[in-house]
């Protein structure tokens, strides 16, 4: 139980479609985070919400690049005519208090492969 | 802009032994969280340990600890009494105090040998 579902777990799409992730917190947690973790790197942060709101957004984010979350509760991560360079995981992870106070908790990812 | 530098991409361990992974960073803040975690092939990252740069004690989960060298911006991860489940990637990340965003190092693949 990770805590997050991400669904597709996998992806394959065409250059220049459109594909959209979503992310569900299995319980209410007010923060939520996108990240995006590319071959042989580590993750790195796209956007943040605290509930419907979002608060802050990487340059990573193009304009092609949107998130939404509209209740409060689920959130979708959807990229515009996607490109060869946008093939990476994307993870979804959450605020944790279980640890302490500011651990992220992570999803599985959504894996987007762009042909 | 802080960053994280894993210097071993690779790294390998007999099952029962100890081994040492190697985190730098780079931040001039005084408030900080530093941290480890671990991604197994195809699974989720999920949370080994956690330091607060205010803490001089280093931190402890049971076969897992660190060495936190503050002025040395050193942050190491040692594993004891290694097991076939602990081959993974490793990533060490820091996260500034009142910041929300983690900045991750690259990464070090651990091998465990039966």
């Known amino acids: 139980d990770t805590g997050v579902s991400q669904d597709p777990r996998h992806k394959i799409t065409k250059r220049g479609q459109n594909v959209t992730f979503r992310c569900d917190p299995i319980s209410e947690h007010n923060r939520l985070y996108w990240y995006r973790q590319t071959l042989g790197q580590g993750p790195e942060f796209l956007t943040y919400f605290q509930n419907e709101a979002q608060l802050e957004k990487s340059r990573l984010l193009s304009d092609r690049f949107s998130a939404e979350r509209p209740k409060g509760s689920f959130s979708t991560l959807e990229i515009q005519r996607t490109e060869q360079g946008d093939s990476a995981m994307y993870l979804c992870?959450?605020?944790?208090?279980?640890?302490?106070?500011?651990?992220?908790?992570f999803g599985a990812g959504s894996r987007l492969t762009v042909l | 802009a802080q960053t994280v530098t894993q210097s071993q991409p690779e790294m390998s361990v007999q099952e029962a032994e100890t081994v040492t992974l190697s985190c730098t960073y780079d931040?001039?803040?005084?408030?900080?969280?530093l941290f480890w975690y671990k991604q197994p092939p195809s699974r989720q990252m999920i949370l080994v340990i956690r330091?607060?740069?205010?803490?001089?004690q280093n931190a402890t989960e049971n076969r897992f600890s660190v060495n936190f060298q503050k002025a040395a911006k050193s942050f190491s991860l040692k594993i004891s009494d290694s097991q076939l489940g602990d081959a993974a990637m490793y990533f060490c990340?820091?996260?500034?105090?009142?910041?929300?965003?983690?900045?991750f190092g690259k990464g070090t693949k651990l091998t465990v040998n039966p």
């Open positions: 990340a820091y996260r500034k105090g009142g910041s929300e965003k983690l900045v």
């Open positions: 931040t001039s803040e005084s408030d900080y969280y």
């Open positions: 992870a959450y605020r944790d208090r279980g640890f302490g106070a500011n651990v992220l908790t």
């Open positions: 330091q607060e740069a205010y803490k001089q």
